[in-house]
């Protein structure tokens, strides 16, 4: 199981950090991601880490604002966001799959929180 937290309001130019906790397993069997989905769009590739945080990756539109960090022993992903745009205004959910092997496709992942609302004010 994954819960996200740490969604709320924010000014442009702010930052905020979503974590998410995941329960029922061991930490360190999973890749851990982090997806957005503004309203009317599609689902937006964000960030990815496997647990021994040697393998990372970032979508285009996030990369040099993001930073994405695993505290192992509290089973709990993060994402520090720098920077924010209008619009980086949509639901970030975090999600996981097994083995280290990290992918940028929502396909991938077996694993699925149910998000938690950023909303950049202009």
């Known amino acids: 199981q994954l819960l996200e937290s740490g969604g709320e309001l924010v000014q442009t130019g702010g930052s905020l950090t979503l974590s998410c906790v995941l329960s029922g397993g061991t930490f360190s069997s999973y890749t851990v991601a982090w997806f957005r989905q503004a309203p009317g769009k599609e689902p937006d590739f964000v960030a990815t880490?496997?647990?021994?945080?040697?393998?990372?990756a970032y979508g285009d539109s996030v990369t040099g604002r993001f930073t994405v960090t695993t505290d192992n022993a509290k089973s709990t992903l993060y994402l520090r966001m720098n920077n924010l745009k209008p619009e980086d205004t949509a639901i970030y959910s975090c999600?996981?799959?097994?083995?280290?092997?990290?992918?940028?496709?929502?396909?991938?992942?077996?694993?699925w929180g149910q998000g938690t609302q950023v909303t950049v004010s202009s």
């Open positions: 880490v496997n647990w021994s945080g040697d393998r990372v």
């Open positions: 999600a996981a799959k097994l083995r280290s092997a990290i992918y940028s496709i929502r396909a991938m992942y077996a694993y």
